[in-house]
């Protein structure tokens, strides 16, 4: 399932609301922890939109000699509004770590073999 489909099958919002920092500490001990997870999930979803958003509007990529040829193509416009209309990275991953749709493990319990 692609990112797109994800959000729109979701109540994720748009909107940014303040949200519960203790509930964040609760999954991970630590707030820096939780919001490291985030960030990283975050930049993930972001590389994953961004490759999609490029592998979709490769479709309507036409050859043109000289830049008066551009025309306008209403399919690219409405996929481009799509995209924009989607909530950030951020809040994506964010509302992925608080429904625990996320792994993560914690490299610092890991025992190191040296």
Excluded at 13 to 39: H, M, R
């Amino acid at each position: 399932m692609n990112i797109l489909q994800k959000v729109n099958s979701t109540e994720i919002t748009n909107v940014i609301v303040p949200k519960d920092l203790v509930s964040l500490k609760a999954q991970t001990g630590s707030i820096y922890k939780s919001l490291n997870i985030v960030i990283k999930r975050a930049d993930q979803i972001k590389d994953n939109l961004r490759k999609e958003i490029l592998d979709n509007l490769q479709e309507f990529d036409m050859q043109s000699d000289t830049f008066d040829e551009v025309q306008e193509n209403k399919e690219q416009i409405e996929l481009s509004r799509c995209y924009e209309k989607l909530p950030s990275a951020s809040l994506i991953a964010l509302h992925e770590f608080k429904n625990n749709e996320l792994y993560y493990r914690d490299e610092s319990t890991l025992q190191k073999d040296f």
